[in-house]
């Protein structure tokens, strides 16, 4: 690590995360790979050029930087936050949001109900 590295963030240092681009497996350094006999703390670039997807197989160039997982940076990450609402079809998203907004609107008359 170069001068360069210690006046970077907290969030800037967060090892980055690595998503398989053939089967979308992420590799997580602060977990390793247990099959791979890679420790846990060992980043991506650390690791050996022979190293495979434990999932499918695909070599390391196949792999793309996805960020760190507590960074807030990263945008092809946030598709799978968000409780999956992210991947909803749009149809799918209309019936959650009338669906909340039915069941609000039956909760507000059940007030007057009470009087
Ligand atoms: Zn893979």
Do not use: H
């Amino acid at each position: 690590m170069s001068e360069q590295a210690k006046e970077q963030t907290l969030a800037e240092q967060a090892p980055d995360n690595y998503e398989c681009r053939v089967c979308g497996y992420v590799y997580e350094p602060g977990k390793g790979d247990n099959n791979g006999n890679v420790s846990p703390g060992t980043l991506f670039t650390d690791l050996s050029n022979d190293w495979r997807c434990p999932i499918c197989g695909a070599r390391k160039t196949q792999f793309d930087n996805v960020g760190a997982s507590d960074a807030p940076s990263g945008f092809q990450e946030n598709l799978q936050f968000g409780l999956g609402v992210n991947t909803l079809t749009p149809r799918q998203k209309n019936v959650l949001i009338f669906g909340c907004l039915a069941l609000g609107f039956l909760f507000f008359l059940s007030l007057y109900g009470l009087q």
